[in-house]
Nanobody, 117 residues
Framework: QVQLVESGGGLVQPGGSLRLSCAAS????????MGWYRQRPGRQRELVASITRASSTNYADSVKGRFTISRDNAKNTVTVYLQMDSLKPEDTAVYYC?????????WGQGTQVTVSS
């Protein structure tokens, strides 16, 4: 079992930046890849960025060149970051972290990101 705690959301103006954090604990040795997902109003949840144990990354086209995923490995925890730059109003969403592919019982509360002037 893995526990995931997201943080770092907030309100930002268009063109601004935010950094999200996801602290993973528990059976982290079982994790091959982790990702950041988002659910925009009226849309299904989507994977926006992922990172493997070897730090290989992948991005959705909508965020490529603006978002950067990274990870920091400690002894018993893994922290995954999502640096979001050049934010647009359409990036407004609840952002979640989960493993890739996602596990239903790992979804947390997420963190709200609102991009608005």
């Amino acid at each position: 079992q893995v526990q995931l705690v997201e943080s770092g959301g907030g309100l930002v103006q268009p063109g601004g930046s935010l950094r999200l954090s996801c602290a993973a604990s528990g059976s982290i040795f079982s994790i091959i890849a982790m990702g950041w997902y988002r659910q925009r109003p009226g849309r299904q949840r989507e994977l926006v960025a992922s990172i493997t144990r070897a730090s290989s990354t992948n991005y959705a086209d909508s965020v490529k060149g603006r978002f950067t995923i990274s990870r920091d490995n400690a002894k018993n925890t893994v922290t995954v970051y999502l640096q979001m730059d050049s934010l647009k109003p359409e990036d407004t969403a609840v952002y979640y972290c989960n493993v890739v592919p996602s596990r239903r019982n790992y979804w947390g509360q997420g963190t709200q990101v609102t991009v608005s002037s």
